[in-house]
């Protein structure tokens, strides 16, 4: 794994469709492990862009979690979204999302889509469990169809997205292969998660995205939606390893038993549960505790 550069800002974004578990404890780790040992800053965000999943409830839990685990993000603290609106609280930031939107629109890079999951998966004979690639079906329609339509971005056949992971090396991605035109907003006139990250991490000015290998595929897509909003210097990113079960799942939101409120009060102490993450991501041999003050050491090697 080669080092980032010093001073960078990265961000620790949950999104409250469910509880945190230990997977988003190693994600955690991670993020204010290497911000801690390279003198980074990590910002909270709060991805509920998805407004039919979302519930305040999980919110507060994640909060509650993180003020448990003693892990203390920079700027806005988890007081102050406790307290009301923020910037970092994606369904508070809707207006930057219509600018950007807007913006796009305004170069002739956004259509209207009609075509539902359904749709695209009968057009593409796509197998189940895999990536829809949309095939470009209401691509003549322009901008002007706004009805009950998604929003798209033309994402052109342009040369492949190539970047340097710092812990994976070098990759390459083609997300007119992987993914077609970028849905950046649905029929239901919720923004997506390509969208909201990619302006978030831009606004932000995130210049290190750490995060699980699982989202390794969005890369190349998002890198490609931020220079058509105009970003000029992309970010780096980091893919960390994901926990997994003894069959190879990776763990999810539904695994009760690993959930941070259940591991708590079970008797489990913080360090405790940092400990376990870092032996499972592979950070540490054996899960001796680590308190949060130490988590940088984890990666003194680096």
């Known amino acids: ?36 040992r390279f003198e980074g800053r990590v910002l909270l ?11 305040p409830a999980y919110e507060q ?12 993000p920079d700027g806005l603290t988890t007081r102050d979204f406790r307290a009301g609106p923020v910037p970092q609280r994606q369904s508070d930031n809707t207006a930057r999302y ?12 956004v259509y209207g889509c009609r ?41 052109k056949r342009d040369a492949p997205e190539r970047f340097d992971d710092l812990r994976l090396g070098p990759q390459s991605q083609d997300p ?13 006139g919720q923004w997506t998660y390509q969208f909201a990250v990619t302006v ?14 699982d989202l390794l595929a969005s890369t190349g897509r998002q890198l490609r939606l931020a220079q058509l909003l105009g970003r000029t210097t992309p970010p780096a990113f980091l893919h960390h390893p994901l926990l997994r079960h003894p069959d190879g799942r990776k763990l999810s939101k539904s695994s009760d038993d690993t959930g941070l409120a259940e591991l708590r009060a079970a008797g489990w102490t ?13 950070l540490q041999p054996d899960p001796t505790p680590c308190a949060p003050a130490g988590i940088a050491d984890l990666f003194a090697a680096v």
């Open 270 to 282: 913080p360090a405790r549960v940092l400990g376990l993450a870092a032996q499972l991501s592979g």
């Open 176 to 188: 007119m292969a992987q993914c077609g035109d970028l849905l950046v907003r649905d029929r239901n």
């Open 98 to 109: 219509e600018m950007r939107l807007a913006e796009l629109e305004a170069r002739g890079l």
């Open 115 to 155: 075509c539902s999951r359904a749709e695209i998966a009968l057009v593409t004979n796509a197998h189940e469990g895999l990536e829809l690639v949309y095939p470009g079906t209401c691509r003549g329609q322009g901008s002007g169809v706004r009805d009950q339509v998604g929003r798209r971005v033309l994402m």
């Open 45 to 55: 965000r709060i991805e509920d862009h998805d407004r039919g999943r979302c519930r």
């Open 1 to 36: 794994m080669r080092a980032p550069a010093p001073g960078f800002t990265t961000r620790f974004a949950p999104a409250p469709t469910g509880a945190l578990h230990l997977g988003h404890a190693v994600n955690a780790l991670w993020v204010w492990g290497l911000a801690r």
């Open 200 to 213: 978030d991490d831009w606004e932000q000015g995130i210049d290190l995205v750490i995060r699980g290998e």
């Open 61 to 72: 839990g994640i909060l509650d979690d993180l003020d448990w685990l003693g892990l203390v």
